[in-house]
């Protein structure tokens, strides 16, 4: 029976018996955490090979260059070779640096802040008004470089296709309007992927600003949970056919592929955009972790290792997806008050419950122990206007937690509902 | 007998000697290059035991932190407890970093620029003007860093003590003169260590800026080349006297201990100018790779263990410095036209030849095959207003070829300054 058809009396009745099932889960002591997309020991261990040093030791050089002396900030040859392919652009395309592709964003943001993006336009801070697209819910951590840069932030709704095209475009059409962030496949945290038809319109798209770049957060591109995962559209190709690949810089790294701690990250960008990079690159570093790079090339080989190691991350978090995705749909399918999505890929699945509740189910969950990512996260500035979504990231926690987590969480979005 | 002793037929007839002597080595096809200070293939091999796997395997936590995974944004504690030792600060003031300490000072004036120094000053790309004072000869890429933000250079002469503290204390009274990149021990290119009477100036100064910033790049910390090397008086504890601290951000790497591509760097900073910078940090990068810090720790294991490995690179790095001092002594020093520095440690000999000869010097080496540091890249803008400093990088080289370049350097010296 859905919570709108009951009667005052039966979801008073209901919320006390919910309410001691919920003193029950605080007698536990529960200590466990879903806030943050972060794999798991068992996804840790998959790479523990790449710390052999035989991989590196039986020969340091890449393409004549000792990889323990200085240079190289391209990234190695190898590295940007099996990256290109991975992404499906061209390696000379492809840059490769160190274990952070947050980093590589934030210096997009802050060259541009400070030099403008190249060209004759004015840097964005000497320009009367900067504002960027925020397809919500989105990645809050895109949300805090611009909110740090003092950016304002424009949100777009993000539909099953992708960012609203319609929305987004009568936005860009405000000069002032320089850009976007998003996470094109399994996006963070709805686990959609941007149609065809959407990567066109974004490919295809005029803004007004002269400008205008898009971070292009390919961060899960290889990362399905479901057999057979989606497949994104390559951005590049497709905004050549417009004359526009200098509107998009895409970004990734494998941070969710080896170690998060010790990755390698990758930026992909125009010739007209390397170029300007490069000059600030020349600038800020001698080079990147170039054995780290070597490490990573000479342990998969190639893009079809990356793939097959990437089928024992998904045999991981397949079950973990599961795991949660069943007690929403046990616990809450049937009473019309939240939605979730189904993701194929990526680390997270986006919840919606009703509307002025996302905020008090955090509480409930942290007061009984589990720990969310905090809601309004999803949002600019850490503020959802309908206090309704709520991200869950189901990768760390082992499965038996995981399920107790998840329970609890149906739990307080009920009460949740209840009250209000 | 000393050139300016000479008569102008004397001087004739040995530049046409010199000449043959250059066309001799012309011949040779010599390809060798002294340009940059790059730890040679012997000092590379001597850290190959920080690959071993076992190191990191064993264990792979630190401080209950799985250090593979996301997270520890201000570096291992074990790793900040090592740098402390190694540069007698407390390690609460340490943060350990990426690979590169260039990244980090540049980090710090992109966030000046932007951000302000924190506290009521605007940010520097807001104030009227912004003026660093660069000791001279100094490094060329901290010169790169204040030409990229547009920020003034004005020259401080290097004295055998540091830098000019008279000079300096004048134009510190500009409240527009903002900070100071310097090296303070085994400075690049001089070679020379601060005195302690330069040290304690600097904590004194009082400069008219209230945001005044001095990037104190302890490059070469324990990087002696000569037995028992030089003491630098800690910085913070000469600054805190004064209330000073905040004025100073001290930077070191072990690129130059371990593997200069693949090293970890480090920060030192008062608790206030930590607090600003970690702000931006946190919006900057999630960590930066904890494994290799672990594999630093691990290897090392104490600041013993430093200065032991340390000794081995001094025992590689002596004989270099030892053939071109000869070099220099034997073929210059009795000619009155080349004053040179005798540095007890770092990777620089600076060289004076007369002016106006600098630019010279190093096309007769190029065009023998020898790649000198571009004459005036020890002067902001790469400018050397008197044509006359010539940085010598002896490390990367092995000795006989060093011995060889070394010789034409020496006779293109004596060819610029006969035709001058």
New interface residues.
Partial sequence: MQYKDMSADMRGALLTQLQGDYANFQARGLKLDMS?G??C?EQ?EL??GL???SL??RD?TSGGL???????PDGLPEARTLFAELLGVDAKNVLVF???S??IM?DLI?QY??HGVGGSAKPW?QQRAVKFLCPVPGYD?HF??L???GIQMLPVPMTEEGPDMRVLGELAADPTVKGMFCVPKYANPTGITFSDDTVRALAALSPAATDFRVIWDNAYCVHDVRAGGEELLEIFAEARKYGHEDHFLEVTST?KIT????GVSVLVASESNLAAIKT?L???????????QLRHVRYFGSAAGVYAHMEKHRALLEPKFDAVLAALERNLGALGIAQWTRPRGGYFISLDVPQGCAKRVGELCAEAGVVLTPSGATWPLGIDPLDRNIRIAPTLPPITELETAAELLCLAVKIAALEN
Same sequence: chains 1, 2.
């Fill in positions: 943050r972060k794999p020991r840790l790479s523990m710390l052999d040093a590196i030791a340091v000792d990889t323990r002396n200085y240079g190289g160190g274990n952070s947050l980093n934030y802050a802040w400070t801070s951590r805090a470089i909110e740090h840069f941070s170690f998060p701690g010790a600030r020349s600038v800020q570093t001698i080079g990147h972790d170039k054995l780290n």
